[in-house]
Antibody, heavy 121, light 107 residues
């Protein structure tokens, strides 16, 4: 059974760096084609894709946020970490991590419960 | 970036109604189109992938169709648990963008 869970601070100040950890089980990030992605959702708004890391350490970022994002993985710990620099109140959102199926069409078939991050001084 | 649009943005329907939601991509995405359902306070749930493949465990009243730029999600007979917001997502190219969502509520 695949599960993912996000962890990190619930409150960050403007200009600070946000670090979120996705801890997963039920799959290996060493399996060909598999990936873990990050998606966020501001309150009352739509989903926004942020970044994804593949089993082979290939990394993809949202072009609009690329300069602020870094995604890394620790396969031995079953964790994926997302850092976002220079946080702003508009970055207030629920942040989700999700499993990208290896042999598929890029669908995200399992999601974490999400973690709400508020950016405020 | 590929832009995704959805119509309508919201709709009101009754239990038992047939509901159709449309998603359009700004360029051809072949069949790289996924549909998600999201209920308030919950994470999105994958319903349909590759435009028309039903995710395991999803009721057969949900179906998807389309290819290229135009896609539809159909709920054949709306059930009380189907009242939610539905998002399409293209996975053809990075960033794999989401549509703005369609909220389905009770008439």
């Amino acid at each position: 059974q695949i599960t993912l869970k996000e962890s990190g601070p619930t409150l960050v100040k403007p200009t600070q760096t946000l670090t979120l950890t996705c801890t997963f089980s039920g799959f290996s990030l060493s399996t060909s084609g598999v990936g873990v992605g990050w998606i966020r959702q501001p309150p009352g708004k739509a989903l926004e894709w942020l970044a994804l890391i593949y089993w082979d350490d290939d990394k993809r970022y949202s072009p609009s946020l690329k300069s602020r994002l870094t995604i890394t993985k620790d396969t031995s710990k079953n964790q994926v970490v997302l850092t976002m620099t220079n946080m702003d109140p508009v970055d207030t959102a629920t942040y989700y991590c999700a499993h990208r199926r290896g042999a598929g069409f890029g669908e995200l078939d399992y999601w974490g419960q999400g973690t709400l991050v508020t950016v405020s001084s | 970036d590929i832009q995704m649009t959805q119509s309508p943005s919201s709709l009101s329907a009754s239990v038992g109604d047939r509901v159709t939601i449309t998603c359009r991509a700004s360029q051809s995405i072949s069949s790289y189109l996924n549909w998600y359902q999201q209920k308030p306070g919950k994470a999105p749930k994958l319903l349909i992938y590759a435009a028309s493949s039903l995710q395991s465990g999803v009721p057969s009243r949900f179906s998807g169709s389309g290819s290229g730029t135009d896609f539809t999600l159909t709920i054949s007979s709306l059930q009380p648990e189907d009242f939610a917001t539905y998002y399409c997502q293209q996975s053809y190219s990075t960033p794999p963008s989401f549509g703005p969502g369609t909220k389905v509520d009770i008439k």
